[in-house]
């Protein structure tokens, strides 16, 4: 009887996963506003709407980074791309940038937020300004853009897409302000999601987890593996598309976030697998 009930249970697991129910077609045209978009997963993801005919504006901090990946896109086949340089550090910065979407392409069908920042160097890991600076950047930028964007999101039925990294769903001794606002932003959006639902409203929200990210550890001597790349980029657009609750890449991170409350030694060897602890860290 265990092993039929594990068998039906694997089956559904894979069935899960490997359900393909994506139309690249129904991005041609789609009005993409994204952050993060000069390097990293957020770089692969315009590369991946340019392709498939979305218009695009993209911002990020550096100006000349975002040219070059703005240049890109052109050659890819994007019938429409804009850039806004901009510093989510800055309060006011969300509404001008979300303001300029609007302008240039009249309305939203995805927001797909991936911006991330690590406290500026020098600046205590654990102090209260490096909390705050990563609270602003981490979550409440998150926040901010969406509810800006959240009625013209409302218009269209479109999509809210959010990359986290695991450290949002199992914390870890050396990243505790990151995963704070990762932790904070998950609640966030799970409470949205549910609103939304009591209020009917068809907008979606797809929450991702592409593991652990370099620049949130490397100020606490540890070095994580990202899950970052081509692959991870379309594992996002897939399930922005299909309006999934969730994306995990890679999806063993699925299995670690459902045994995170019950068995911690596994998972405890699991965080281990992925991360590298430096000597400077353990001392």
């Known amino acids: 009887m265990k092993v039929l009930l594990l068998t039906v249970l694997g089956a559904l ?44 504006v993209l911002t990020a901090h550096t100006e000349a980074f975002l040219q070059k990946v703005v240049g890109n896109c052109r050659k890819l086949g994007a019938p429409k791309v804009f850039y806004i340089a901009a510093d989510m550090a800055s309060p006011e910065v969300p509404e001008r940038v979300v303001q300029f979407a609007l302008d240039k392409l009249g309305g939203l069908d995805y927001l797909v937020l991936n911006h991330l920042g690590a406290a500026p160097a020098g600046t205590p890991a654990r102090s209260t300004q490096a909390t705050r600076w990563l609270m602003q950047v981490n979550f409440l930028s998150y926040v901010q853009l969406t509810s800006l964007a959240l009625p013209s999101l409302t218009d269209s039925k479109g999509s809210l897409v959010v990359v986290s990294s695991l450290l949002g769903r199992v914390p870890t001794s050396f990243s505790s302000p990151y995963s704070a606002a990762k932790f904070a932003l998950d609640s966030f959006f799970g409470s949205l999601r549910r609103e939304l639902d009591v209020q009917d409203v068809n907008v979606a929200i797809t929450m991702c987890i592409l593991g652990l990210q370099d620049r949130s550890s490397a100020a606490e001597g540890i070095r994580a593996k990202a899950a970052l790349g081509p692959k991870a980029a379309l594992a996002v657009i897939r399930g922005g598309a299909t309006r999934a609750s969730g994306v995990f890449y890679p999806w063993r991170f699925h299995l670690l976030c459902l045994i995170r409350a019950w068995l911690p030694r596994p998972r405890a060897w699991f965080i281990r697998q992925e991360l590298n602890i430096t000597a400077a860290a353990t001392a």
């Open 13 to 56: 697991f894979f069935a899960y996963y490997w359900a393909d129910n994506f139309d690249p077609a129904s991005l041609q045209g789609a009005r993409v506003l994204l952050t993060g978009a000069s390097a990293g997963v957020g770089e692969e993801l315009a590369y991946h709407y340019a392709r498939l005919g979305s218009h695009l």
